[in-house]
């Protein structure tokens, strides 16, 4: 079992709809989870952080975090044209400075 | 701040060559990490120091890849010999670590390397 996993994708969504990206991670320990964006040819770029179970939302992003069914999700509302990329997901164990990154969902928003 | 800069951008070399990354972190930023990133496998970690000091190398693939920061300013990847499957873009990513859950790392723009 892979440490931090992600569907590969593509995701489709339409303009102006809620894209859902989904992460699950194994290891219970795990304290704080990240969302990175990552466009081709370029780097991935930090989004938003987690540590608390809930939710947590900054514009149009929510992120959502459920420890005890250990998944992480990324909800992308009025999702526009250019945020079709890979997202990424990173998971930070305790005692830790390493991050385990999923291979990443790549996103399409069709206009 | 003009961020994690890494060189070169591109590098093009022959299988059994020498190939040295490099890496300069965010000032004042005390973690660095090594990334290599391929379609089959994804982001995967190399190897990461805190305060200069190699801290998990268990990433590193095999005796070929070897990795050096000298002072909080540098760091080096380096492989001998090189080899088709070493082919990836590189990542260097820095990261201000003083506690706390929020740690976000910062990544360069990362070094194409292909071995012919």
């Known amino acids: 079992q892979k440490e931090v996993e992600q569907n590969s994708g593509p995701l489709s969504v339409p303009e102006g709809a809620i894209a859902s990206l989904n992460c699950t991670y194994s290891d219970r320990g795990s304290q704080s989870f990240f969302w990175y964006r990552q466009y081709s040819g370029k780097s991935p770029e930090l989004i938003m952080f987690?540590?608390?179970?809930g939710d947590k939302e900054d514009g149009r992003f929510t992120a959502q975090l459920n420890k005890a069914s250990q998944y992480v999700s990324l909800l992308i509302r009025d999702s526009q044209p250019s945020d079709s990329a890979t997202y990424l997901c990173?998971?930070?164990?305790?005692?830790?400075?390493?991050?385990?990154f999923g291979t990443g969902t790549r996103l399409k928003v069709l206009a | 701040d003009a961020g994690v800069i890494q060189s070169p951008r591109h590098e093009v070399t022959e299988m059994g060559q020498e190939v040295t990354l490099r890496c300069k972190p965010i000032?004042?930023?005390?973690?660095l990490f090594w990334y290599r990133q391929t379609m089959m496998r994804g982001l995967e970690l190399l190897i990461y120091?805190?305060?200069?000091?190699?801290?998990?190398d268990s990433g590193m693939p095999e005796d070929r890849f070897s990795a050096k920061m000298p002072n909080a300013s540098f760091s080096t990847l380096k492989i001998q010999p090189s080899e088709p499957r070493d082919s990836a873009v590189y990542f260097c990513?820095?990261?201000?670590?003083?506690?706390?859950?929020?740690?976000?790392?910062?990544f360069g723009p990362g070094t194409r390397l292909t071995v012919l």
């Open positions: 000032s004042g930023h005390n973690s």
């Open positions: 990513a820095s990261s201000l670590v003083v506690g706390g859950d929020n740690n976000e790392q910062f």
């Open positions: 990173a998971v930070n164990g305790y005692g830790t400075y390493k991050y385990i």
């Open positions: 120091f805190n305060n200069n000091v190699p801290i998990d």
């Open positions: 987690i540590y608390s179970n």
